[in-house]
């Protein structure tokens, strides 16, 4: 948090010594800053060409230790419309719209655009303790289809405030796009309506509440989506494998950029197969470079479920 501080005043002096006026990309193009991929992608199908789109967090980096450079802030400034989470990861944000001209730019908050969710310690999970004593809401709203449904038609209605001669082509594009995501929703729920069981075990963080609630599915796990800790602890460890061999659970997943090292114990002891359930908070750069997007990454977990509840 003390780097944070620092690297918001370097970019609040540098801002203020060139006075109250930031020169703008010399471009036609909207300009949207993003936090993290979900967002990006969104705005991508929607604007096309349209919009220079700037993603904060690299690829292959984790949102939970991520720190803003002056050159982020900056962009934010800059940005025509920026998105961003708002959940506990995204705190840092809340200082620099207080300190910066956002006086040009529409701004996106994604608890607001969906209904936020608590999360929960299923048993077996391990807790940790957090300063304000409650519960945090889990940040990972887009991990529902029918909340990538309703961000989607945020930013395509934003876009088209800002952008009114170009909002033939955003509601075109936003209407194609929501019905792959209706496509993706109904896949889903075949998936789940069809399957010999409706449990899923990660041993892992559980970065899927609002997917879980969406499709009525029971989850155990290690520890909750937005946990720092992902060292387990014995009794947590033991719950799973117990879980695993009780239940005979077929498949134990894991997240991206994980080390599956939890997984891959939980697998030895148990016989299950480990497979990746991918968040999409974020991509390899790899992926990002191939243009991979949230409907690949989610038909990929489509399958990887079809597998583990059958």
Sequence with gaps: MNKIKYVLCAAVLFLA?????VEQPDNNELNVTTTIFPSYDFTREIAGE??????????????????????????IQNADLFIYTGGESDSWI??????????????????????PMKEEIPEGMQTEEHDHGESEYDEHAWTSPKNAVLITEA?????????????????????EYIKQLNELDIKFENIVNSAKRNTVIFADRFPFLYFAKEYGLKYYAAFPGCAEETEPDIATVAFLIDKVRKEQIPVVFYIEFSNHKLADTVSEETGAKTMLLHSCHNVTK???DSGITYIDLMNNNAEALREALN
Excluded at 162 to 167: G, P, R, V, W
């Design 286 to 288: 790899e992926e990002f």
């Design 50 to 75: 349209k919009a220079n789109i700037n993603l904060l967090l690299p690829p292959g980096s984790d949102a939970h230790s991520f720190e803003p450079s002056p050159k982020d802030i900056i962009n």
């Design 17 to 21: 010594g060139c006075g109250s006026y």
């Design 155 to 175: 930013i395509s209605d934003t876009l088209c405030e800002i952008d009114n001669s170009n909002s033939a082509l955003y509601k075109e594009n936003t209407d």
């Design 94 to 115: 809340d200082d620099i719209l207080d300190t910066i001209d956002t006086g040009n730019t529409k701004i996106i908050k994604l608890m607001d655009v969906c209904s």
